[in-house]
C-alpha cells in the first residue's frame, strides 16, 4: 500500500511543480538561495534578482546615481496618487539625495533602488487589495 502512494505521488509531482507559478517559483528561489542565484522555472532560465537591483548595478557615477534616483521618485509619485506609499520610503529618497550630494554614488544607487522596489511593491499591493477587497469585509 504505501509503495502504490509513493509511486502515485511521484508521478504527480511534475504536475505539481509544473501548477506552479513564475512568482511563487522566483519568491522560494530567492527565500532559499538569496539574489544572483540562477533557477530553472518552465524550461527556461531565470535569476532571482529584482530589477531595482540590476539597476543599481551601473558604474558609481553621479549621472547614474541621479537617473535611478529620478526613476525612484517617479514610482514613488505613482503609488503616491494609488494612496498605497509606504511611509519610510521618502526618508530613503532624501538619504539617496544627500548621498549624491556627498558624493557618495554607491550607496545613492543603493538606496534609489531601494525605495524605487519599495514603490514597485506598493504598487503591487493596490492591485491585490483592488482585487481581493472582499477579503476584508467582515462576514
Do not use: C
Not at 504505501?2 to 522566483?26: D, M, N, R, Y
Not at 533557477?39 to 558604474?59: D, I, P, S
Amino acid at each position: 500500500m504505501k509503495k502504490g502512494i509513493l509511486i502515485a505521488a511521484l508521478a504527480l509531482a511534475p504536475t505539481f511543480a509544473a501548477a506552479e507559478s513564475f512568482q511563487e517559483a522566483f519568491e522560494m528561489n530567492r527565500a532559499m538561495y538569496g539574489p544572483d542565484h540562477v533557477f530553472t522555472w518552465n524550461g527556461n532560465q531565470y535569476h532571482t534578482n529584482h530589477e531595482e537591483e540590476l539597476e543599481a548595478r551601473v558604474k558609481a557615477t553621479k549621472a547614474n546615481a541621479e537617473g535611478l534616483l529620478a526613476k525612484a521618485v517617479a514610482k514613488n509619485k505613482e503609488v503616491g496618487e494609488l494612496g498605497f506609499e509606504w511611509k519610510l520610503t521618502g526618508d530613503i529618497l532624501k538619504n539617496a539625495q544627500k548621498a549624491i550630494d556627498d558624493g557618495e554614488y554607491q550607496k545613492a544607487l543603493d538606496l534609489a533602488a531601494q525605495a524605487k522596489y519599495h514603490a514597485r511593491i506598493g504598487i503591487q499591493q493596490y492591485h491585490y487589495s483592488e482585487k481581493n477587497w472582499h477579503l476584508s469585509v467582515p462576514q
